[in-house]
C-alpha cells in the first residue's frame, strides 16, 4: 500500500516539484502516472524507492514511513520493491543470471533456490538461450525484459517502473506490457508505471494518475 | 586486466610497507638482543658506610640484584703488609661494596636520576655509574632503530595514501554498480564485496612475500651484514612472532582504510 498525504518534494528546496500532493494506492492495484515531459513523473517515483527525500508531508510504502527514514530503513524498503528503469540499469561485467540473481542475493537465497528461479523467470521472459550472456550482447528489448525478471525474482510487493517502454519498439514494448500486466494479474504485485505512452489496450483495469504544474490528480 | 591492476595497485604499497616493517623487526630484535647482553654485563657500584638492605627499583627500572662485594676479599688482598692491628682498624673502618644490577640496560637520562636517587640515601658515600662507559654502541643501534622506525612511518603514510586512492578509484569505477545493488536493498558493504575480497588477497600475498623477504634476509644475513657487525645478531634469530605480526599488519592497515573510506562514502 502507498498512502501520500500534503507530499511536497523539491530538488534544492527552494522549488517545489511536487505540492501538497494526497493520493492512496491499494494492494494489487494498476497505477499509471503520467503528464509532460519535466512534470514531475519520475520525480515522484523516485520518492516511492526513496532516491529523494520528502520534503514536506507523509509518504508510506508498505508501512515504510519515508520521511522518517534512514540509510538501513532505506535498504529494507528497496528490499521490498521491485524496480524498472528506462535505461534498465542492468550491471554490465555481470551475466544475464548475475544480474537476475541480484536481489536474490541481497536476500540471502541459496544458490539453489536463485538458480531455479533465475531459470524459470528466463523462460517467463523467453530469454533462457541468453544465461550466460552480458547485457551488452542484448537488444534494448531483450535487456528491459531482463530488468523485469529482475524486478520479479524476490516476488515484491511492488513494482515502480519509470518509463520502462521508453527506449523501445512497439514490439519489445507490448511484451514488457504484458509482463508487468502478468505480475499484476497472476502475482498480485502492485504495479506504478510512470509513462507518457498508455497502451490502448491494456485488457485490465487500472487507474491512471496525472501531473500537472506539481499537481497529481486521478484521471477518469 | 582490470582485476589484475586493481590487485597489484593494492599489493604494491603493501609489499613495501611490510618489508620496511620486516628491516624494522629485524633491527628491533638485534638492540633488544644486544640490550639484554650488555645488561647482564653492567652494574652499577656504591659504597655506603652500613649495610645497605633492599632497594627495589631505581629511576622506574627495576632492581635485579645487590650484590654485596666480599670484605675480606679486599683485605685479603692488602694484609701482607699490613700488621694485625692495622688489619683489625681496617676492618672496622672498611665501607661496603655493592654491585647494582638492573632488569633493564638504563639510557643517559636514567643514569642521572638513578645517581640522584641512590644519593639521597644517607649511608651511601660514593657511587660509581660508569657513565663515560656507557655502552656508545648501544645509543647508536638506538638511534639506527629510531631511524628505520621513522622511515617506516614514512612508508605506512605513503602506502595508506596510495590504498585509500586505489579504493577511492575503485568506488568511481565501480559507481553505477553500487548504486544499482543499492537501489536493490544491498548494502554498501555488500557492493563492495569485490574490494574486499581483492584487499584479503592482497594482504595475504604482501605478506607471504614479505615474510619470505624476511626468510632470505635472516638466512642470508651474515652475507649482507660485515664479519664486526655479525658479533651483535643472537644465534638463533627467530621470527615466528615477527611473520605474525607482518601478517595482522597486513590485514589491519588496508582494512582500516576501507572502511575509513567506506564511512565517507557512506556519508557522502
Known amino acids: 500500500m502507498i498512502l501520500a498525504k500534503n507530499l511536497t518534494l523539491s530538488y534544492d528546496n527552494k522549488k517545489n516539484i511536487i505540492e501538497n500532493v494526497n493520493f492512496k ?50 535498504l529494507s524498503l528497496r528490499k521490498d520493491l521491485g524496480i524498472v528503469f528506462q535505461d534498465y540499469k542492468l ?25 531455479a528461479q533465475v531459470k524459470k523467470l528466463l523462460k517467463h ?20 525484459r531482463v530488468a523485469v525478471a529482475r524486478a520479479l525474482a524476490h516476488n515484491p510487493s511492488i513494482i515502480l517502473a519509470d ?5 523501445l519498439d512497439d514490439y519489445s514494448s507490448d511484451m514488457i506490457w504484458t509482463l508487468l500486466k502478468n505480475a499484476n494479474e497472476h502475482l498480485g504485485i502492485t504495479i506504478v508505471v510512470v509513462t507518457h505512452r498508455i497502451p ?21 | 586486466m582490470k582485476l589484475l591492476k586493481s590487485f597489484l595497485s593494492v599489493t604494491f604499497p603493501l609489499v613495501v610497507m611490510l618489508f620496511m616493517f620486516s628491516i624494522y623487526l629485524i633491527v628491533t630484535k638485534v638492540v633488544d638482543n644486544y640490550k639484554q647482553n650488555i645488561t647482564n654485563d653492567y ?42 692491628t692495622s688489619i683489625d682498624l681496617l676492618q672496622k673502618k672498611l665501607p661496603y661494596f655493592y654491585k647494582i ?9 636514567k643514569l642521572e636520576q638513578i645517581r640522584k636517587e641512590l644519593m639521597t640515601i644517607s649511608n651511601i658515600s660514593k657511587i660509581e655509574t660508569f657513565s663515560n662507559n656507557h655502552n656508545k654502541l648501544y645509543s647508536l643501534l638506538v638511534l639506527v632503530q629510531d631511524i628505520i622506525f621513522i622511515l617506516f612511518s614514512a612508508v605506512l603514510l605513503l602506502s595508506i ?12 569505477e565501480h559507481n553505477d554498480r553500487i548504486s544499482i545493488i543499492q537501489l536493490h536493498g544491498g548494502s554498501l558493504i555488500y557492493s563492495s564485496i569485490p574490494i574486499i575480497k581483492t584487499i584479503l588477497l592482497s594482504a595475504l600475498v604482501s605478506s607471504i612475500l614479505a615474510s619470505g623477504m624476511l626468510f632470505v634476509i635472516i638466512n642470508n644475513i651474515h652475507l649482507i651484514l660485515e664479519p664486526e657487525v655479525m658479533t651483535l645478531i643472537p644465534s638463533v634469530l627467530s621470527m615466528e612472532m615477527e611473520i605474525l605480526q607482518i601478517f595482522s599488519l597486513s590485514i589491519i592497515i588496508p582494512l582500516i582504510t576501507f572502511f575509513g573510506l567506506l564511512v565517507k562514502y557512506k556519508l557522502q
Not at chain 1, 214 to 220: H, L, T
Not at chain 2, 58 to 71: D, G
Not at chain 2, 161 to 172: A, C, D, P, R, V
Open chain 1, 25 to 74: 494506492i491499494k494492494e494489487k492495484e494498476f497505477i499509471f502516472i503520467s503528464g509532460s515531459s519535466g512534470c514531475g513523473k519520475s520525480t515522484l517515483l523516485k520518492s516511492l524507492y526513496g532516491e529523494l527525500p520528502v520534503y514536506k508531508g507523509n509518504l508510506f510504502v508498505n508501512k515504510h514511513d519515508l520521511l522518517k527514514k534512514n540509510y538501513s530503513k532505506l
Open chain 2, 161 to 172: 595514501l596510495l590504498l585509500s586512492k586505489q579504493i577511492k578509484i575503485w568506488f568511481f
Open chain 1, 91 to 115: 550491471i554490465q561485467d555481470y551475466t544475464i543470471e548475475e544480474n537476475i540473481m541480484l536481489p536474490l542475493k541481497v536476500h540471502k537465497y541459496s544458490d539453489d533456490v536463485s538458480k
Open chain 1, 163 to 167: 518509463e520502462p517502454t521508453g527506449n
Open chain 2, 101 to 109: 644490577y638492573l632488569e633493564e640496560f638504563p639510557t643517559s637520562l
Open chain 1, 200 to 220: 490502448t489496450d491494456m485488457g485490465i483495469k487500472y487507474r491512471r494518475f496525472n501531473i500537472e504544474e506539481g499537481v497529481v490528480y486521478e484521471a477518469s
Open chain 2, 43 to 84: 652494574a652499577i657500584l656504591i659504597i655506603a658506610n652500613t649495610p645497605i638492605s633492599s632497594i627495589d627499583s631505581l629511576a622506574e627500572i627495576k632492581v635485579k640484584e645487590i650484590e654485596p662485594l666480599s670484605r675480606e676479599k679486599i683485605i685479603k688482598g692488602v694484609k701482607d703488609n699490613l700488621s694485625d
Open chain 1, 125 to 144: 521472459v523467453k530469454l533462457s538461450h541468453k544465461v550466460g550472456a552480458y547485457p551488452a550482447e542484448l537488444s534494448g528489448g531483450e535487456q528491459q
